[in-house]
């Protein structure tokens, strides 16, 4: 039989999750375990050559990418003679349209996989007001009345 030797500064194998890319990407498609892209609205022309790349993604792959993504609704239309885009509506963030015009069928389905990843406005960096400890100058009023007294220091 053979006996495993290690050397002594391998790596050993966590039982933990890796924080790699697999699971920073999981965290942008879904927030709280909600999934945020709610519907993909497609609109492209039926004759315009900058529609050839999407009408390619229509035939060939649309239902694998709406297979694997039930929970979102996917309303592909017409649009005589104009360019194509996409527009995505997210829960709560508000919408996002991007051009699909002149892509090949790959281009177009990396940007449906980036709107399904991603979000229409990024998280907010401060939770609170910039400024948390009251002024060292006191409390800033709006006016000051000229009436009472004051006293002018000149230089």
Known sequence: TQTQ????HAK????????GRASLRYDRMCSRGIWQLKSLVIKYCETGGSSMGV???LENMLIPFATKNP?????????????????????????????????????VAHRLQY??????????????????????QGE??????LDE?????RA
């Open 140 to 145: 800033w009023s709006q006016g000051r009345l």
């Open 12 to 19: 050993r194998r966590s039982s933990r999750p890796s924080t």
């Open 71 to 107: 929970q979102i609704q996917i309303v592909v239309s017409r649009a005589w003679g104009r360019h194509p885009h996409v527009h995505a509506r997210y829960l709560s963030d508000g919408d996002k349209t991007l051009s699909l015009k002149g892509l090949s069928a790959e281009q």
């Open 149 to 153: 007294p004051h006293e002018v220091i």
């Open 115 to 136: 709107l399904r990843d991603s979000r229409p406005v990024s998280l907010k960096k401060w939770d609170k007001p910039f400024r948390t400890s009251p002024s060292i």
């Open 5 to 8: 030797q290690t050397h002594p």
């Open 55 to 57: 009408r390619s993604y």
